[in-house]
């Protein structure tokens, strides 16, 4: 990589590769899977096979960093080299916006140096556990957490997961979102979400295994009292929850070390499509997840999440219900679909390492 013909550093840490995972575990063909990229930019038929994008650590030389928060509170970053070139990353890209907020040429504040890790809402829960703290684990293990800047505001479970990692929110320099930064020596990250040698790093940091009771929880995630995506005939399809033995919560009830300390004593783990799923990554390897969606809007994420953290994962399929918008329509399953789930899932356990003796 040049910027304005002077050399920056540039290393490659995993290459781009495909993964090789299972199936959904009460599926047998493939072809029952949606096709549909979405916006996600590959699809639940993809992720057996789903093309891993290769993780790299680089650095520019005078590179600006401009950003700003949309209508709908949703930070957007982009990076520019000294040249004036638009770095187009995962959840890093320049948008319409940013070209009206340079012309509006607020005066930037210059650094020297800094390492960046945020991407498009950072502050989303799941962006935030599969994108971020991966990256700060990564950066630990090289002892580059030194630049790093964070928010100048964190919400509760992003401070609780890094005192949790050991690391001190306070030690962190921080930035404004929508400020102008100048950076002389600016160093980045691209990252895929979801593979294991990243991933699986921040459940050792968090909840290493060994650090709670052997797994034997089997727990269902309500999202009754959620705004969107919920589960309207979940009290018709609650007995079928209870009497396989599983436990009903309330994640917006729960810290995040509850949450976690939860999440590491699962064996099972079922929920509508919902944001309280990427917790799975604090369930030990073996765990079986069961998600309840709409395939209408097939989001692949929660799939290719438990392929990479090795766990089980089945899926239900849910019929939409009302008349919001795709990404925040409620959903109706049937009965007999989630019975043929758990009862897939439950045949699906393996026997936990700590219960191997290792």
Not at 176 to 197: A, I, K, N, Y
Request: with cysteine; aromatic share 8%; proline share 9%.
């Amino acid at each position: 990589m040049r910027a304005a013909g002077r050399p920056a550093a540039f290393e490659t840490i995993h290459p781009a590769g495909a993964a090789r995972n299972p199936l959904p575990v009460n599926l047998h063909d493939r072809n029952a899977l949606p096709a549909d990229a979405g916006w996600w930019g590959y699809s639940m038929y993809d992720v057996p096979e789903r093309e891993s994008g290769e993780t790299f650590i680089a650095t520019i030389p005078d590179a600006t960093l401009v950003s700003y928060v949309d209508e709908q509170r949703e930070f957007l970053p982009a990076i520019l080299t000294c040249d004036g070139k638009a770095m187009n990353l995962r959840e890093i890209v320049f948008r319409n916006r940013h070209a009206e907020v340079l012309r509006e040429r607020p005066r930037p504040r210059r650094i020297k140096r800094a390492t960046w890790i945020c991407e498009r809402v950072y502050d989303n829960h799941s962006h935030w556990l599969t994108a971020h703290l991966p990256k700060l684990c990564l950066l630990r293990e090289r002892d580059m957490l030194s630049d790093v800047l964070l928010p100048t505001r964190l919400s509760p479970a992003m401070e609780a997961s890094l005192r949790l990692m050991g690391l001190d929110p306070a030690a962190f320099a921080r930035f404004e979102p929508g400020e102008l930064l100048q950076v002389e020596e600016f160093t980045f990250l691209s990252t895929d979400r979801f593979r294991p040698e990243l991933l699986r790093p921040v459940r050792e940091a968090i909840a290493p295994l060994g650090s709670a009771a052997e797994p034997h929880r089997k727990i269902y995630i309500s999202r009754g009292k959620a705004r969107m995506r919920r589960l309207v005939n979940e009290d018709d399809i609650w007995p079928v929850f209870e009497r396989a033995g599983f436990e009903r919560v309330f994640m917006e009830e729960m810290d995040f070390p509850a949450q976690v300390r939860l999440m590491s004593q699962t064996a099972m783990l079922a929920a509508p499509h919902g944001a309280g799923l990427t917790n799975m990554m604090f369930c030990p390897p073996g765990a079986q997840v069961v998600e309840i969606a709409w395939l209408g809007f097939p989001n692949p994420n929660f799939y290719a999440l438990a392929s990479a953290m090795g766990l089980g994962y089945a899926l239900v399929p849910a019929e939409p219900f009302g008349d919001a918008t795709p990404l925040q329509r409620d959903m109706v399953a049937d009965v007999e679909a989630v019975q043929a789930a758990l009862d897939a899932a439950e045949r699906n356990i393996q026997p936990s390492p700590l219960s191997a003796g290792g």
